[in-house]
């Protein structure tokens, strides 16, 4: 089959959206992502494409060559990132360093929409983990669409853009058939196959048994409850302002949230932390109290005091605030690690911003 020829034996979401808007696709080589590409293609939809190479598999070099050589013969970018080395917690650094490198490049070149690979299989994966984890239905579902926020520096504008995932509705097997058929090429990822990784283990044992039996009763069950999903967050994530070199705060008014356990847990998330469920009941109680100040994995301090959330990147120091200037924040009512955080933003040049920011919550 010839590349440029249509080819619509798989249905995309949002077609017409995505052929009005800038889209980067994030690729990887393997078998959705390709689907994908080949997919965009005879749908004739722009976009780009932004691989990153973490260096774990032998393979790695070539997935970025066949990247770099589809982009070559479409007239498309193609975007690498070689991510430094990770050491513990691979699933989540991955992550993080994964969607840094996507949003530098939605802020620079302009991008609307990232889209990625995820489909059927992925989907009822991400619910059975949630569910069999303990959390409310929202956060059992993974969003087809939505808005999200960029991790800005406090003096830039706020940029957002749209996460789309078209396969959302088609299973892993039905994209694995239409690769065969056309003969495109992709690579095999078998650290799919490891179950060290928790979501391969509900993978191999549950997902794949059950789409292999009742794949469209499945499908429908998920469309139905992502009707019912609302595309703003639970928090007001444009409010996650970053100090260059010294990290991210939030200050979120306690009136404004409808729900403040799942509101700063959202915050944690973006600053990069994910509490354990122990530590979510404990953050609970806390937030029942009047005002408390408490670090969690020794990476983001969280405070309450008079009406208002206080989050912000943690690290040990020694600084001694002068007397004067502890007293005027102590009056503002900056609890007592915030007032660390603010006076080395302004070291930095960033206090009154960073009040400004207080102000405004």
Same mark, same amino acid.
């Given at each position: 089959m010839c590349l440029g020829e249509h080819n619509f034996e798989i249905t995309l979401e949002f077609v017409e959206e995505l052929r009005g808007s800038r889209n980067l696709l994030a690729f990887s080589g393997g078998v959705d992502s390709s689907a994908l590409y080949f997919l965009l293609k005879s749908y004739q939809i722009p976009f780009d494409v932004a691989i990153m190479n973490y260096g774990m598999r032998k393979q790695a070099a070539l997935e970025v060559s066949y990247a770099q050589n589809l982009c070559l013969m479409d007239n498309k970018r193609c975007f690498v990132e070689y991510a430094p080395k990770i050491h513990n917690n691979f699933e989540s650094n991955a992550r993080k360093l994964r969607y840094d490198f996507f949003e530098n490049l939605i802020m620079h070149f302009g991008y609307s929409h990232l889209i990625l690979a995820h489909q059927l299989d992925d989907m009822l994966e991400w619910f059975l983990m949630q569910f069999c984890k303990g959390t409310n239905l929202q956060k059992m579902q993974m969003s087809p669409k939505y808005k999200r926020i960029c991790i800005r520096e406090i003096q830039q504008e706020k940029i957002s853009y749209w996460i789309v995932r078209p396969l959302w509705q088609v299973s892993h097997a039905e994209i694995l058939k239409y690769l065969q058929k056309n003969h495109f090429f992709y690579f095999e990822d078998f650290s799919n196959l490891n179950p060290r990784y928790q979501r391969n283990y509900f993978r191999i044992n549950f997902t794949k048994r059950l789409l292999s039996e009742f794949e469209s009763g499945i499908a429908f069950s998920l469309k139905e409850l992502c009707k019912g999903?609302?595309?703003?967050?639970?928090?007001?994530? /444009?409010?996650?302002?970053?100090?260059?070199?010294?990290? &991210?705060? +939030?200050?979120?008014? =306690?009136?404004?949230?409808? /729900?403040?356990?799942?509101?700063?847990?959202?915050?944690? &998330?973006? +600053?990069?932390?994910? =509490?354990s469920r122990v530590q979510k009941l404990e953050l609970k109680r806390l937030l029942e109290e009047k005002s408390f100040s408490q670090v969690f994995r020794h990476k983001i301090a969280i405070e309450k005091i008079k009406g208002k959330i206080f989050l912000s990147t943690y690290t040990y120091s020694l600084v001694i605030i002068p007397k004067k200037l502890r007293e005027k924040y102590r009056c503002l009512g900056i609890p007592k690690k915030f007032r660390i955080f603010l006076f080395q933003a302004r070291n930095l040049g960033f206090e009154q911003r960073v009040l400004d920011k207080i102000i405004e919550s």
């Open positions: 999903f609302q595309q703003e967050s639970v928090a007001p994530t /444009n409010q996650v302002f970053e100090i260059p070199t010294l990290g &991210k705060f +939030c200050v979120l008014g =306690l009136e404004s949230l409808n /729900n403040a356990l799942e509101s700063v847990d959202l915050v944690c &998330k973006i +600053c990069g932390v994910l =509490l």
